[in-house]
């Protein structure tokens, strides 16, 4: 039955005819623009196993930021900036004492908190079809801050 539906649904499709009761515009539209801005607002997830034993993760909320500017209608350039919340890790840590058969335990919060700053290139092959293929590259510098407490 699917199989039926489906052609059905096609042989519609392909004899469908032109909407001739349009009228033709002559709307002027505006030159394209050199300039693009986009922002985001994104949970930012991080392992962090080298801090803890058990708890590995830390989930915030980060914000982001990107310019571009076209050279030419196939080539473009971007920069980008973005900020995550503080994140918390509860971690402990075995310290030896003299003379002891067991560790010490100490508890600690490690605090985190990154931003990133990038740039990048980006070709475009083709005009704007159905398919857009393009090539870029760019470097992303990260600074994470860790205090602990």
């Known amino acids: 039955m699917n199989t039926v539906r489906t052609l059905v649904c096609l042989a519609a ?4 005819a032109d909407a001739y009761a349009q009228q033709p515009t002559h709307l002027k539209l505006p030159a394209a623009t050199r300039w693009d801005v986009s922002g985001q607002l994104s ?3 991080r392992n962090k196993s080298e801090l803890s034993r058990w708890d590995h993760w830390y989930s915030v909320a ?3 930021g990107t310019g571009g500017y076209y050279w030419t209608p196939h080539f473009k350039s971007e920069f980008e900036i973005g900020m995550g919340g503080e994140g918390t890790i509860d971690a402990e840590e075995e310290t030896a004492l003299p003379g002891q058969s067991f560790p010490y335990l100490r508890y600690r919060d490690h605090k985190l908190r990154e931003m990133t700053v990038g740039a990048s290139a980006l070709y475009q092959f083709f005009e704007n079809q159905w398919v857009h293929p393009f090539v870029g590259g760019g470097a992303e510098l990260v600074r994470e801050r ?3 407490d």
């Open 13 to 16: 499709l392909a004899s469908s």
């Open 43 to 45: 949970m930012l997830n």
């Open 62 to 64: 980060a914000v982001d």
């Open 146 to 148: 860790h205090l602990a």
